[in-house]
């Protein structure tokens, strides 16, 4: 027989435990479904745990590592209760209460878990190239993120790989740090919309570099350049900086609910303005799996919260 709890969360990172953090301290006795370090996906603590130094979470003067910043929100989740498994969802039946929960084998006749109300926060990726070394270099000159680490690289010359428009802005916003930016795309055009793309052409400090793909991360510890190939000439050549930011799109974690929950024609989740609320009575979103636009630890937190306190509410509506 499945484990019925009041309250599953799918999910860790910042939302997930702050969610978690808040239904615990209402005495619902969250399980918390952090997901599987072996997984590509659902990442127990979230993209933060693969990130170094971070100077924009507040309370923290002096800045704070990215997974002891994510221990310490699984450990004061903990302290009030939440029950924590390193455990990967592998399928849910959201089409009636309670909500039925898969871990391991998805073809199971029975569901490990069922909850009353559930909590998505499995987040998203972003898209990677694929290159050799590319994780353990996250954090030593390779980034997804400008306004996450932008700062770190002042008066350096840096690239941006992408065309679109979180290319270009990523770019642009960098210029305010880097003393020279180049746009590597693998087109001879960008996708990006127009005014994004001149604000890109007009400004000195950025240089496009077309019809080009990244094949090789030079530098041993930390990035010190890249090897590039022309897709056209297939001629090879190297590009001597000590960043890059990778900003050709995110993916978020929503396959299990295909189907199930709204979604954008990106993949998100959709919520109801103002709230944490999916098209399915009792099940919450909160977390990058369905903010396609700001995409901070801050955000996260904060939606987290967002998320507890409608399903707390909802629950209560339900008992009265």
Not at 122 to 139: C, H, K, P, W
Not at 191 to 216: H, L
Not at 273 to 280: A, F, K, V
Request: net charge negative; glycine share 10%.
């Amino acid at each position: 027989m499945p484990e019925t709890h009041e309250v599953i969360i799918i999910g860790s990172g910042p939302a997930g435990l702050t969610a978690a953090l808040y239904t615990a301290r209402a005495n619902l006795s969250p399980l918390l479904l952090e997901g599987e370090p072996s997984s590509t996906s659902d990442q127990p603590g979230g993209q933060l745990m693969l990130t170094t130094d971070v100077e924009n979470y507040p309370g923290f003067p002096d800045g704070v590592m990215g997974p002891e910043l994510m221990v310490g929100f699984r450990a004061q989740a903990h302290r009030f209760g939440t029950r924590i498994e390193t455990v990967k969802a592998t399928r849910v039946d959201l089409s009636e209460r309670p909500f039925k929960v898969w871990v391991g084998d998805p073809g199971a006749p029975e569901p490990t878990y069922e909850g009353n109300c559930l909590i998505v926060s499995t987040g998203a990726q972003s898209l990677m190239l694929g290159l050799d070394r590319e994780i353990e270099l996250v954090g030593h000159g390779l980034s997804t993120c400008a306004t996450c680490d932008g700062f770190f690289f002042r008066d350096q010359e840096i690239a941006v790989v992408g065309g679109g428009d979180s290319a270009i802005e990523e770019a642009v916003f960098l210029t305010r740090f880097a003393s020279k930016v180049s746009i590597i795309h693998r087109r001879d055009a960008l996708r990006a919309s127009k005014i994004m793309q001149q604000r890109a052409f007009d400004n000195p400090k950025i240089e496009f570099i077309w019809d080009t793909v990244v094949t090789e991360y030079l530098g041993e510890d930390s990035i010190s350049g890249l090897r590039l190939c022309n897709v056209k000439t297939d001629v090879s050549r190297d590009l001597a900086v000590t960043g890059v930011f990778i900003a050709i799109g995110h993916r978020p974690n929503t396959d299990i609910f295909s189907g199930q929950l709204e979604m954008k024609d990106n993949g998100y989740l959709v919520t109801r303005p103002d709230c944490s609320r999916t098209n399915i009575e009792g099940v919450f979103a909160c977390g990058d799996v369905q903010d396609d636009v700001y995409r901070q630890a801050v955000t996260a937190a904060g939606s987290g919260c967002m998320a507890a306190l409608d399903a707390e509410r909802w629950l209560e509506a339900q008992h009265s």
